[in-house]
Structure formats: structure tokens, C-alpha cells
């Protein structure tokens, strides 16, 4: 059982991913990380398990080089390192982007990053 973002555009993407995690900090219940590096064609394992066990919603993100993005309407905050972070962390090197809301609906899913 895994969760899965692929890739099927033309171009290497970076992704990111957040998911519920009750008292991840002290005023926060959500998870975020990234950047997993997806080269077109591949798939990465984002995580392992049956993320319906974790919560349905998940939140996804992801662009590439040439300016296309994979994003909605909810906002949050992330920085351009590698990172793993309760959702209400962020540092001087962060920035605002917007994500896509997904349903899983089975214990092997996979997110796919479309032209």
C-alpha cells in the first residue's frame, strides 16, 4: 500500500505533499513535505501505507522548470530545501504556493501530474 505522485509530463517536476497528522505541533494537525524530484515518465512514493487510514483529503503541489504548475486554491507555505514540516512552520527562505485537493480512494493511489 502507497501513495504515489507521477509524473506524466514532458519535463522533470518537483512535488510536494500534506496530509492530516493530529498535534503534528502545538497549533497544528497537518504535515508537509517535499521535494521529491520526478523525472517524466517515473513515479515516487510519497507515502507508504494506506493513506485512507490517514485521512481521505490530501493536499498536493508540484511544478517544473519551464513555469507549469499543478496547483488550486489552498494556500501554504513552503521553502525551497528539501523539507518536513508541521504546516504552521516556515523560515526566511519560504514562499506561498497554492494546492491541489485529492481524494484517496483506494490503498494504492497514485496522483498524476498531467500536461
Same mark, same amino acid.
Given at each position: 500500500?502507497a501513495?504515489r ?6 519535463r522533470?517536476?518537483?512535488a ?12 497544528s ?6 521535494w521529491?524530484?520526478?523525472?517524466p515518465? +517515473?513515479? !515516487? %512514493?510519497v507515502y ?6 490517514? $485521512?481521505?483529503i490530501?493536499?498536493?503541489y508540484a511544478?517544473?522548470?519551464?513555469g507549469?504548475?499543478?496547483r488550486?486554491?489552498? +494556500?501554504e !507555505? %513552503? ?8 504546516s $504552521? ?21 497514485t496522483?498524476?501530474?498531467n500536461?
Open positions: 500500500m501513495l505522485f507521477k509524473n506524466n509530463y514532458e522533470e517536476i518537483w510536494m505533499v500534506e496530509r492530516y497528522q493530529p498535534n503534528c505541533s502545538a497549533s494537525n497537518w504535515f508537509k513535505e517535499g521529491w524530484k520526478i523525472a515518465g +517515473q513515479s !515516487v %512514493v507508504s501505507g494506506d493513506a485512507r487510514a490517514v $485521512n481521505p490530501w493536499y498536493g511544478y517544473a522548470g519551464d507549469m504548475e499543478w488550486d486554491k489552498y +494556500q !507555505v %513552503v521553502p525551497n530545501h528539501i523539507f518536513e514540516w508541521c $504552521n512552520v516556515s523560515d526566511s527562505n519560504s514562499r506561498t504556493i497554492h494546492m491541489v485537493e485529492f481524494t484517496v480512494t483506494a490503498p494504492n493511489y496522483l498524476n501530474f500536461p
